[in-house]
């Protein structure tokens, strides 16, 4: 059963960039697409960005469209999301989740997930 990790949260002032990582182990990342997600306290967690097996495809919530970047290696066994004029709404706890065949954008569709990694942002 794969097991993800998300590493590279940490603290960023408005306007700054901040790349995270999520990496398998127990499988191989490069049968499954890949989402990113992220929850701030008191808020339901929400879809950021996801990208296919082969990283072909790629989607983002609108929020974060043209700041943020998802890529992957699958050399690497690695999925990335690069993050540009980070803002304060963007703080909260980011997971990535892992899922056969197509891109989602609901959090249900994923079956596995990680623990997070936490990104503020702030002055």
């Known amino acids: 059963q794969v097991q993800l990790a998300e590493s590279g949260g940490g603290l960023v002032q408005p306007g700054g960039s901040l790349s995270v990582s999520c990496a398998a182990s127990?499988?191989?990342?490069?049968?499954?697409?890949i989402g990113w997600f992220r929850q701030a306290p008191g808020k339901e967690r929400e879809f950021v960005a996801a990208?296919?097996?082969?990283?072909?495809?790629?989607s983002y919530a609108d929020s974060v469209k043209g700041r943020f970047a998802i890529s992957r290696d699958n050399v690497k066994n690695t999925v990335y999301l690069h993050m540009n004029n980070l803002k304060p709404e963007d703080t909260a706890e980011y997971y990535c989740?892992?899922?056969?065949?197509?891109?989602?954008?609901?959090?249900?569709?994923?079956?596995?997930w990680g623990q997070g990694t936490q990104v503020t942002v702030s002055s």
């Open positions: 127990g499988g191989t990342l490069s049968i499954f697409a």
């Open positions: 990208i296919n097996w082969s990283g072909g495809t790629s």
């Open positions: 989740a892992a899922r056969l065949r197509s891109i989602r954008t609901d959090a249900s569709e994923y079956a596995y």
